[in-house]
């Protein structure tokens, strides 16, 4: 199939992207953009000097944090490809406290994805089951919109301290707090995304045992820090040490895929955490690159999961340091494609259509 064919012919939808603005107040850049907004690089400078290096080696660049991320943002990434539905998954909205979240869900409804020819089909959205809030929080997003789904608790946390927490508490997802909370999300009937390192694949698999009727999402297989090069302290900085990442990657997913519950993103395999140098040398990775760098990952996947229980999703724009979103299509189409036409057809479609409920 050539490639030009692909791009016209391929239904596709993406279950995983980010749409936010730091001029948009509950924003961690707000103030900063506000103030030096007409000024990149001296934005660029100020957070080095003011943000944990963790979080900066972990996003790779500032430049894309730092912008607005909209439907017309994303359009344009897209290049020549069509998707015909995607879906906003939570970026890490500044307003915690209380019903705060919310907030995010509200200011979905003000963006014009149909300017763009794309449609917004549903909303992953943020809660935490350990808030005396959660019950009302979920309440609300409903109540804000039909599209809401499901939310997502990251529970990224490395035990090497130079990689960036993105959550509170190490075993989150273990938490005798959070399983309670959790149990409105099992009684409502909606799915859960799950973040977290390679580390914590355990973790998951144990939420996924407790609760075997509800729907759960592995985002970014698991996200195997220090796979392709340093990254912290110590991970994954001789060749060694990489291989054991991999193997301990592969057979903890292996047992994950076990549960019948849980589905998992071919997503997020391109963020500077996993440790690519192509941002540091000024470049982005050519589509023989990303296929070089994700097969090994995506086969096991499929071999673990199935074609039914694996998702192809973007995470754009947090890839966009080491690679352009038309190419990660084209290279994950590559990858997919030896498997047949009905592997393309629920990898990029179908299998998002049904976990995310989108009938």
């Known amino acids: ?35 030096l907004g007409k000024h990149p690089k001296l934005m660029d400078k100020l957070l080095r000097l003011i943000k944990p290096k963790p979080l900066l080696e972990t996003i790779g660049q500032t430049d894309h944090i730092l912008a607005p991320y909209l ?48 449609k917004l089909a549903a909303i992953v959205a943020a809660a935490d089951p350990r808030s005396k809030h959660f019950k009302q929080v979920l309440d609300m997003h409903q109540q804000e919109s039909p599209l809401f789904k499901g939310i ?25 707090k959070f399983l309670k909370g959790f149990e409105e999300i099992a009684k409502r009937r909606l799915s ?14 144990y939420l996924a045992q407790q609760f075997p009727e509800t729907a759960i999402m592995l985002d970014h297989l698991g996200t195997p820090a220090g796979l392709f090069g340093p990254v912290g302290n110590t991970t994954g900085r001789t060749v060694d040490m990489r291989n054991v990442i991999f193997e301990d990657w592969k057979q903890h997913l292996s047992q994950l895929a076990q549960q019948p519950n849980v589905y998992t993103k071919i997503s997020g395999l391109m963020m500077p955490v996993l440790g690519h140098r192509y941002h540091l ?15 090994p990952l995506i086969d096991h996947a499929i071999d673990s999961f199935g074609i039914e229980r694996v998702l192809f999703a973007s995470n754009y724009p947090m890839d966009k340091p080491s ?33 995310y409920r989108l009938d």
Not at 76 to 94: M, P, R, T
Not at 192 to 205: E, G
Not at 282 to 294: N, Q
């Open 323 to 355: 690679a352009r979103l038309d190419d990660l299509i084209r290279a994950y189409i590559d990858i997919i494609e030896p498997y047949g036409t009905q592997a393309l057809s629920r990898v990029f479609y179908q299998n998002a259509q049904n976990f």
């Open 1 to 35: 199939m050539s490639q030009n064919n692909k791009i016209q012919n391929f239904a596709m939808i993406d279950p995983h992207i980010h749409q936010w603005n730091p001029y948009h107040k509950p924003h961690a850049a707000y103030h900063l953009v506000k103030s």
């Open 71 to 118: 439907p017309q943002d994303y359009a344009k990434d897209l290049g020549e490809f069509k998707v015909e539905s995607v879906i906003h998954v939570e970026a890490n909205w500044h307003d915690h406290k209380g019903t705060g979240t919310v907030g995010e869900t509200r200011w979905l409804k003000t963006l014009n994805f149909n300017a763009q020819d794309l």
């Open 281 to 295: 040398n000024g470049k982005k990775a050519s589509v023989s690159e990303i296929v070089h760098d994700c097969r």
């Open 192 to 205: 859960f995304d799950a973040w977290c390192y390679s580390t914590q694949l355990s973790d998951v698999l």
């Open 152 to 176: 997502r608790k990251m529970a990224s946390f490395h035990s090497d301290k130079e990689i960036y927490r993105w959550c509170d508490q190490a075993h989150l997802y273990r938490d005798k």
